[in-house]
């Protein structure tokens, strides 16, 4: 009997559905597979897809980058008016154009959440005032007087991503101009008041930006959707004024990804005030070797001295506007079309400065830089400043820039303001990189140059003391990790230890000091094992008279 009911409760498990449980179990590892195997595939096409718009995104911007350098220089010769009329209309509209492809591909990566935000420091009243000087033309033009209030207060050295808030303000002025016919556009920069004395600490900070105008003003039931993707007040708008209404939706998400939010006040025919608020990091002091040259464009009237200059890139327009416009300048150009070209001319020559487009076949930017930073390429100086140039502009190009060891970044369409301020800034300032011009003005006779440093701080001795302070807590336990990463064999991280100390140098005055630091970055990314052996000990040494002199400061 007991034989019977097994038997039948056998048969009852495997009929019960009409199923086998092995083959159930089957088609569930099937099913997983083929699961696995439709991910992998749409992983694979979104990368593709990704790769594909970057280099559509490459591309487009590179010939309308062309076309804008190519009639400015038609611009900058002799023209009748009834030409340079036209010229400027084509300048214009490529302008145009190529803000709008932006604005199109910056709302692609939202939608994807592809949209990335930079942490570098940045000079807060520097961006405001460069942005200012933007837009304060276009406003004379129109007959709108442009007014813009930083409060004092605001720090003047955050960490955050500049680019994009410059952008988000940009688009707001942008607006602004638009719709506004005659009176006044007001930008302010505060802290935010409700927050004052919670959230804001020596850390962090929290701002309040508003972009007021006396325009036509936005019907209070349209307002709601005016920070939805392609939203316009109303058709006519569009007509009249053009544009996509994509400004205010990116303006937005950026805003939010900065941990912030954003509003609008407006009176149909009285004008609108937008609002809104991020947050960002407070900076002691500067540490990214990289340069932005959005921050220097204050040096671009400085006069240059004849440079020998490389140009590599395999676009012919883009060579030709950049070699015409260094060439402009009293520089000599010698252009090569690929990294392999340009290693070639360099084992031939020396060259003061370099601009290698990142994305060039055969050899990229990228592996050109490495290649020339590496030392394994003979009779090339590793130490000549290069300057990385593309049509894009990603957060990833800009990591990889900085890690081939890349001293600056353009984006194009390329800026002359932009040109003159890097080459014043790498070839002929303060922070001259190794091998650049025929200079032989060296820093050994100064241990630390208090008075140029007190002008980097605005003559505000008390933030320049707090600096040297913090070179004395931080200092000493940056030397001890290099002198464990030398000893340690561990190259890379020594490089980039001395990079760091060589910027907080920088920032207090300690001249020779950051001279050293430079010479082990270079010596260190190079595995040049007896430089390091000699420069190791003189580190030391100078390391001890700068701690002398920082000691006596408050005394």
């Known amino acids: 009997m007991n034989n019977i009911q097994t038997e039948n409760v056998k048969l009852n498990v495997e009929t019960a559905g009409g199923q086998n449980p092995s083959s159930t179990l089957s088609n569930s590892v099937e099913n997983q597979v083929v699961l696995a195997e439709e991910l992998s595939r749409t992983k694979r096409l979104e990368k593709r897809k990704t790769e594909i718009m970057s280099s559509f995104a490459h591309e487009a911007r590179n010939q309308i980058s062309g076309i804008i350098g190519l009639s400015e220089i038609i611009l900058s010769n002799n023209l009748t008016d009834a030409v340079r009329d036209n010229v400027k209309l084509i300048n214009s509209a490529s302008e145009s154009l190529l803000s709008l492809l932006n604005e199109v591909l910056d709302a692609a990566k939202i939608e994807a959440g592809k949209l990335e935000l930079e942490c570098v420091e940045f000079n807060m009243w520097k961006v405001m005032e460069n942005l200012i000087k933007i837009y304060e033309l276009r406003a004379k033009i129109k007959g709108v007087r442009l007014l813009c209030y930083v409060a004092s207060e605001v720090p003047e050295v955050l960490y955050g991503d500049p680019s994009r808030f410059r952008q988000a303000i940009g688009n707001l002025l942008s607006n602004a101009l638009k719709f506004t016919e005659k009176g ?30 006396t325009g036509i003003g936005i019907p209070i039931e349209k307002q709601p959707l005016l920070f939805d993707e392609f939203a316009q007040a109303d058709s006519s708008v569009s007509r009249k004024f053009g544009g996509t209404g994509l400004g205010l939706f990116i303006t937005k998400s950026i805003v939010e990804m900065m941990a912030g939010k954003i509003w609008l006040e407006s009176v149909p025919g009285i004008g609108s005030r937008f609002n809104f608020t991020v947050c960002f990091k407070v900076a002691e002091f500067e540490r990214s070797p990289f340069l932005d040259p959005a921050d220097m464009v204050a040096n671009s009237g400085k006069k240059q001295s004849a440079r020998r200059i490389l140009v590599a890139d395999d676009n012919l327009v883009n060579r030709i506007i950049l070699a015409d416009a260094l060439t402009e300048l009293g520089h000599s150009v010698v252009c090569a079309s690929n990294g392999r070209e340009a290693l070639d001319m360099l084992t031939a020559r020396s060259y003061d400065l370099i601009f290698l487009d990142i994305q060039m076949p055969f050899m990229d930017g990228f592996e050109t830089a490495s290649a020339i930073r590496s030392g394994g390429v003979s009779r090339i100086n590793i130490k000549v400043p290069i300057v990385g140039v593309t049509a894009r502009a990603m957060k990833s190009d800009r ?109 207090i005055g300690a001249e020779t000091l950051k001279e050293v630091l430079l010479h082990i970055e270079f010596a260190a990314g190079s595995v040049n094992e007896r430089e390091l052996g000699t420069l190791m000990p003189k580190l030391g040494r100078e390391f001890k008279r700068v701690e002398t002199v920082l000691s006596g400061l408050n005394k």
């Open 184 to 213: 006044e556009i007001v930008v302010k920069v505060g802290l935010n008041e409700k927050l004052r004395g919670g959230v804001h600490s020596q850390d962090n900070v929290e701002l309040m930006i508003s972009v007021s105008d």
């Open 399 to 507: 990591e990889r820039c900085v890690e081939a060891g890349m001293n600056a970044f353009l984006t194009k369409p390329l800026k002359i303001t932009e040109i003159m301020s890097l080459i014043n800034y790498l070839c002929e300032g303060d922070e001259r990189a190794a091998g650049c011009g025929n200079s032989k003005k060296t820093a050994e006779s100064v241990v630390i140059d208090i008075e140029k440093s007190l002008v980097r701080f605005g003559n505000n001795e008390e933030r320049y003391y707090m600096a040297c302070d913090s070179f004395k807590k931080s200092a000493p336990e940056m030397i001890k990790n290099m002198i464990l990463e030398y000893g340690a064999a561990e190259y890379n991280a020594l490089a980039h230890t001395a990079r760091d100390l060589k910027t907080f140098a920088r920032t």
